[in-house]
C-alpha cells in the first residue's frame, strides 16, 4: 500500500473513532494511543483534533538520539 493510501485511511479513521487512527500508525499500547483514547472519553471534538495532530504532524520515525550518540570504533 502506498504512504499517502495509508495517510488517508488513518485519517479517515481518525475521523470515525480518533484512537483507531492513531493506533493504526504507532501501535496500540502507546502514549499517543492512550492520550487520544482519554480525550475521546473527555470529548469526541478534542479527541479528533488530537488525532489529527499526531497523525498528520508528528513523524513515528523520526530518530531525535540519532545523532546525539556516537558509537566507538
Known amino acids: 500500500m502506498s504512504p499517502r493510501c495509508a495517510l488517508l485511511l488513518e485519517i479517515l479513521f481518525a475521523l470515525l473513532f480518533p484512537p ?16 487520544c483514547l ?18 498528520v504532524l508528528l513523524n513515528p ?4 538520539y540519532g545523532d546525539r550518540y556516537y558509537t566507538l570504533a
Open 61 to 64: 520515525d523520526r530518530d531525535d
Open 38 to 55: 482519554l480525550l475521546t472519553l473527555l470529548g469526541f471534538l478534542p479527541g479528533i483534533i488530537y488525532a489529527l495532530y499526531v497523525i
Open 20 to 35: 483507531l487512527g492513531v493506533c493504526l500508525r504507532y501501535g496500540c499500547c502507546t502514549c499517543e494511543v492512550l492520550i
